[in-house]
């Protein structure tokens, strides 16, 4: 069965409370979050008042409360800049990273095994979640955020029955996968992880998720100012794409992408993450980069520590 299963427990989880909260994290972030009904999420940005990336962040509304989900450590980062902005609004914010442990199960049969598990979920569509699991499965919710260019599910689960819910899934058929399998799974899939793939030099549309993560009709919010510019003038200078080079080794992070040879190659980019297709298989790695603009589109050809690349 291809249901891989991935632990990402050190994801981080922040429940938000108070009857302002929607108008509130409406106000900070580049997606439509008034627009959410309870069972309902979607992806989003937070900027600053420059269009720049803060956080790469995941919205899960419930009846009372939204939860946002991101990259360990966000909350860090996040919780100090939404209290910055509290004057007088009623809405609170409790990181719940400790409480809750995360497992991602993906792939094209992982839908089929949540539902022989007792999980309704062939219908919920991208982002949409359940608030509760099964006496089967003891979730705090399952939400499908496909990720990993197949169904993909992440699993909000009680810390104390991590374990429990670990065995139920791989008895039923799930397959336990690695970090690194991860890895190659989200860049051949184009996913990126703040920290790694995204920083606060970013501006939003340079990270390649505008579609699904930035609404132009929601009105004001904290950097919507540049992010509406860069819209009007049609494109940014360059943009997070996915490439696929000849041969290893692993391009580290940092690595220049050229337009051509040196010594007369001049750098169009740089590498931000990479991996084997196959995890311990040195196949051709791909790969993860910001490219001028002139070169982020599928086919165009760089070099790699002088090796042939090509952008997917």
């Not at 302002?20 to 979050?33: A, P, Q």
């Not at 995890?279 to 599928?298: E, I, N, V």
């Amino acid at each position: 069965m291809d249901a891989r299963l991935f632990d990402v427990s050190t994801r981080t989880q922040i429940e938000i409370t108070g009857r302002d909260r929607v108008k509130f994290l409406h106000s900070f972030c580049t997606n439509d979050i008034k627009k959410l009904q309870p069972v309902q999420g979607c992806e989003a940005f937070v900027t600053n008042v420059n269009g720049k990336v803060l956080g790469h962040i995941f919205v899960f509304a419930e009846r009372d409360s939204l939860w946002l989900e991101s990259v360990a450590g966000s909350a860090a980062a996040l919780l100090p800049h939404f209290d910055r902005y509290v004057i007088t609004e009623d809405v609170r914010f409790a990181d719940r990273s400790s409480e809750f442990a995360e497992l991602l199960l993906a792939g094209p049969q992982s839908t089929e095994l949540l539902e022989r598990l007792g999980l309704i979920v062939a219908a919920v569509p991208r982002y949409g979640h359940l608030a509760n699991g099964t006496a089967t499965l003891p979730l705090r919710a399952i939400r499908r955020v496909d990720w990993l260019d197949a169904p993909t599910w992440l699993l909000s689960i009680p810390t104390a029955q991590r374990d429990e819910v670990q065995r139920t899934l791989t008895q039923a058929g799930a397959q336990r996968a690695t970090e690194d399998e991860f890895h190659s799974s989200r860049i051949a899939a184009g996913f990126p992880l703040y920290g790694l793939d995204i920083t606060e030099d970013n501006l939003a549309q340079e990270v390649g998720r505008t579609a699904l993560a930035i609404s132009f009709t929601k009105g004001c919010y904290l950097g919507q100012e540049p992010i509406a510019r860069i819209d009007a003038m049609g494109h940014v200078n360059r943009q997070l794409c996915r490439v696929e080079l000849s041969s290893g080794p692993l391009p580290a992070p940092g690595t220049p992408v050229l337009d051509k040879p040196a010594p007369d190659g001049k750098q169009v980019g740089a590498i931000t993450s990479s991996a084997w297709k196959q995890p311990g298989d040195t196949d051709k790695p791909l790969a993860l980069a910001y490219l001028r603009s002139g070169f982020a589109k599928t086919g165009s050809q760089v070099l790699v520590d002088s090796h042939a690349a090509n952008v997917l």
